[in-house]
């Protein structure tokens, strides 16, 4: 089985710190992606990297950053966190038809 | 004008009963459809995969596209407490990218 890992299930964080969340597969895949997920709105993408040091823009990227060092390992970074990126934040990895999520880390920012 | 709509229920059913979930979309160019399932504090999990129009059956689920109309439907056959989740549409035209739709929570009486 196919196992994406988020480092933590729940932050909180304050105004304007910088955040990292990290996600790591286990497959090999190529490709990775960070969602958030809020009421209503459903799963945006945030951003996406189909190999090591390669990356693209999801819908929303503003206020977010990412690295992709390691295959297995993306990390997304909030530069200075703000109250509007309290969410549900989750990676997955693809490879084929099948993309695999982690549980998600649930941000909160005060 | 959403790229996806879902029926946003909540639903509710007794146990044994046909859920029936509904997406449309906008963009003609979709190719690849899915619905993925979402259990309280877990990250979402494919249940089914469908590639264009047609009907596919796994078990007691049934997806079916008709790209025509723009419109996706999974269907829940004797369905069972076990089925109570969120349901999330999902859809791509490339390699990348998934647009999903706000998703229907669900919920099986006993």
């Known amino acids: 089985d196919v196992k994406v890992t988020q480092s933590s299930r729940y932050l909180v964080k304050r105004t304007g710190e910088k955040v990292f969340l990290e996600c790591v597969q286990d497959?090999?895949?190529?490709?990775m992606f960070w969602y958030r997920q809020d009421p209503g709105l459903g799963l945006r993408l945030i951003y996406f990297?189909?190999?090591?040091?390669?990356?693209e823009k999801g819908d929303i990227p503003e206020g977010y950053s990412v690295s992709r060092e390691k295959k297995e390992r993306f990390s997304l970074i909030l530069e200075s966190a703000s109250t509007n990126q309290t969410s549900m934040y989750l990676c997955?990895?693809?490879?084929?038809?099948?993309?695999?999520f982690g549980n998600g880390t649930r941000l909160t920012v005060t | 004008q959403k790229e996806v709509e879902q029926d946003p229920g909540p639903l509710s059913v007794p146990e044994g009963a046909i859920v029936s979930l509904n997406c449309t979309y906008s963009n003609s160019a979709f190719q690849y459809f899915m619905w993925y399932r979402q259990y309280s504090r877990k990250g979402p999990e494919l249940l089914m995969y469908t590639y264009s129009s047609g009907n596919k059956e796994d078990g007691r689920f049934t997806a079916q596209v008709d790209k025509s109309s723009k419109y996706i439907s999974l269907f829940i056959r004797d369905s069972q407490p076990s089925d109570s989740a969120t349901y999330l549409c999902a859809m791509r035209h490339d390699d990348y990218k998934l647009s999903f739709g706000a998703g229907t929570t669900v919920t099986v009486r006993a």
């Open positions: 997955a990895s693809r490879e084929g038809p099948s993309t695999h």
């Open positions: 497959m090999d895949h190529e490709n």
């Open positions: 990297s189909y190999d090591v040091k390669m990356k």
